[in-house]
């Protein structure tokens, strides 16, 4: 995955306690409980560093940041011994605390797909004890390095326009600010939130600059950037350890401090370290990187577009274009984009220009990179026109029809329901009167549903940009296909699961109870699927598919034979 997090319900947040996904009730430490917590820590890594022991502070236990800590607190020196004791630094918010004591316990704070996550954190925690997590940050006091993997959001003033959107870098500051109040003087600093270029050297570093100086210490924090790469889904650890990274830093000992450390921790022998002169550049790379990304998935949504009213099927253009090895990697976009990255990062670029950066023509330089996270966001829209003309093809109306959606996740295999395209063919449908249901084998809970009032924020939720949306806080994800069928007047094929791509329309109708409207939102259809469907009475559509016209007559054509 990663599986998100249960969001606090405002009963929780009201209480002095934090709930754990399984539902565990931790209470938050009293401010009397700090001091025993930081001599217990202080112990720890008296005995680390006589051991021989660095010791690691890993700011923010995410779903970067616990996964990152494992990786660190398992690496090992050229003689095979632990030579970091890394402790997790989580804020104990009712949100979030609850992740201090299962990872204290040796539980991954984040469910993945990958296999090795559960296991690395409790080998390093129970057995080479290397890990530790705590919620005082006084721990900073302690750390020969500290990395940041706080969240850096960007928030989007309305649906379709990110450039009323805004960085919102509050968590980002606030660390800062903790770490400058608290590291020894010689300690490296190392972000690897997705930051707005600038931020390292223009936010980061005056913070830490004006710290020390508070603190009469005079010589200059070393601060340093390198950006995550990191992937949910099976490899998720790999994603993280076994892949290339970009890095540098504010200066020549911050950039030769975080080179030896990512050599120390990552496998840079076979995924060399790639250096930058300045944060700004390894931040610039980030940032490009999600853009080009989100780019060319943008880019497809208008020949998508072309293809549906032109007999032409894009999933076989792609694939004919695709065996030219310079554009092998273009891709299919879906009913949107979705992940925690792409609809952001470029938002955080183009916020930078202006804000941190100073520039005021950034409407005149700015023309792609908006455009693609605003096609991306919105692109789920047109999978409810497609339902709703479907329907209207087999004489029935979207209001009060039962629609099942098949995969809530923003891709194939993984339970990552992040800004997926899913929520807004959701949404939208649900304000057009349509009564959804939906299925997805690899998420128990959608929380940007089910807790809409308070998840992915207070007044953050998509809902805001919909009408009639308070009843999707009791939509359920169901793992029963049949039973999830039963009756259903449509079904969206939205996410390309492996058990989909198995789906058998004779079954599918079958369970259903009668032919239904099919709208497939990923190529996951084949033609002879497609054709079946429509031999079985349902209508079919999909996005970037204008052949299924040409099936469609041809079935019609056959049984007029
Ligand atoms: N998740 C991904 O797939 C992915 C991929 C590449 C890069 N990134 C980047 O990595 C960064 C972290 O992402 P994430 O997905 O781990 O976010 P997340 O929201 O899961 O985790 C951030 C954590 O930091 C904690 N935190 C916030 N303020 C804190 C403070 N003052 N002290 C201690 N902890 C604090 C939060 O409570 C939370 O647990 C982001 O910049 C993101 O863009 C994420």
Not at 26 to 54: C, H, M
Request: hydrophobic content about 40%.
């Amino acid at each position: 995955m990663p599986q998100v997090k249960k969001p606090p319900s405002p009963a929780d947040l009201a209480a002095d306690c934090a709930v754990s996904p399984a539902g565990e009730k931790f209470p938050i430490p009293q401010p009397s409980e700090y001091g025993a917590e930081y001599a217990r820590l202080e112990k720890l890594a008296a005995k680390a560093r006589a051991e021989g022991k660095e010791v690691v502070v890993v700011m923010g236990l995410g779903f970067v940041g616990a996964v990152m800590a494992g990786i660190v607190a398992d690496s090992v020196d050229r003689k095979g011994q632990s030579a970091k004791f890394v402790i997790g630094c989580q804020r104990p918010s009712p949100r979030s605390y609850w992740k201090i004591p299962l990872l204290s316990r040796g539980e991954s704070p984040v469910k993945a797909e990958d296999p090795e996550v559960a296991p690395l954190i409790a080998r390093c925690v129970r057995d080479k004890k290397t890990l530790v997590a705590t919620y005082n940050s006084d721990c900073l006091k302690l750390a020969d390095c500290v990395v940041v993997d706080v969240q850096c959001d960007y928030a989007k003033k309305s649906l379709g326009d990110m450039r009323t959107g805004e960085a919102d870098m509050a968590a980002l500051e606030a660390t800062m600010r903790a770490i400058g109040e608290n590291i020894p003087p010689k300690c490296l600093v190392l972000i690897e939130t997705t930051v707005a270029p600038g931020t390292t050297e223009f936010v980061a570093w005056p913070i830490l600059k004006k710290a020390f100086r508070v603190r009469a210490i005079r010589s200059i924090p070393l601060l340093a950037h390198s950006f995550e790469r990191v992937m949910p889904g099976r490899h998720y650890i790999a994603s993280i350890r076994d892949f290339w990274r970009v890095c540098s830093g504010c200066n020549a000992e911050a950039r030769k401090r975080v080179e030896k450390f990512l050599t120390q921790v990552l496998n840079t022998k076979d995924f060399p370290l790639t250096v930058m002169d300045r944060p700004i550049e390894s931040e610039t790379t980030k940032i490009v990187e999600n853009s080009y990304r989100a780019t060319i998935l943008a880019f497809l949504n208008e020949w998508s577009l072309f293809a549906e009213r032109n007999g032409v099927d894009l999933i076989k253009v792609i694939e004919a274009i695709k065996v030219r090895p310079t554009h092998s990697n273009l891709i299919f976009p879906g009913p949107g984009i979705g992940g925690y990255c792409l609809p952001k990062d470029g938002g955080l670029g183009y916020w930078a220009y202006r804000h941190i950066l100073g520039f005021e023509d950034g409407d005149t330089i700015f023309k792609i990179t908006p455009t693609a996270i605003d096609i991306n966001d919105t692109r789920g829209l047109h999978v409810a026109e497609l339902i709703r003309d479907a329907l209207r093809n087999m004489g029935r109306y979207i209001a009060g029809a039962d629609v099942l959606i098949c995969g809530a996740s923003y891709r194939q295999d993984v339970g990552d329901t992040r800004y997926s395209g899913s929520e807004i063919i959701v949404r939208k449908l649900t304000e057009m009167g349509a009564e959804m249901r939906v299925h997805d084998p690899y998420i128990d809970h959608w929380y940007e549903l089910e807790a809409q009032e308070t998840y992915p924020a207070p007044g953050h939720s998509w809902k805001r940009f919909f009408r009639n949306q308070d009843a999707l806080a009791s939509l359920r994800v169901q793992h029963d296909l049949r039973a999830a069928l039963k009756g259903a007047e449509a079904l969206i094929l939205a996410v390309p699961h492996t058990p989909y791509l198995a789906l058998d329309p004779d079954e599918v109708v079958g369970w259903a109870g009668g032919p239904l409207a099919v709208v497939d939102c990923y190529g996951i259809l084949t033609d002879e699927k497609i054709g079946r469907y429509f031999e079985l009475g349902c209508e079919v559509k999909a996005l970037g598919r204008g052949h299924i016209q040409r099936i469609k007559e041809e079935v019609r054509r056959r049984g007029r034979d």
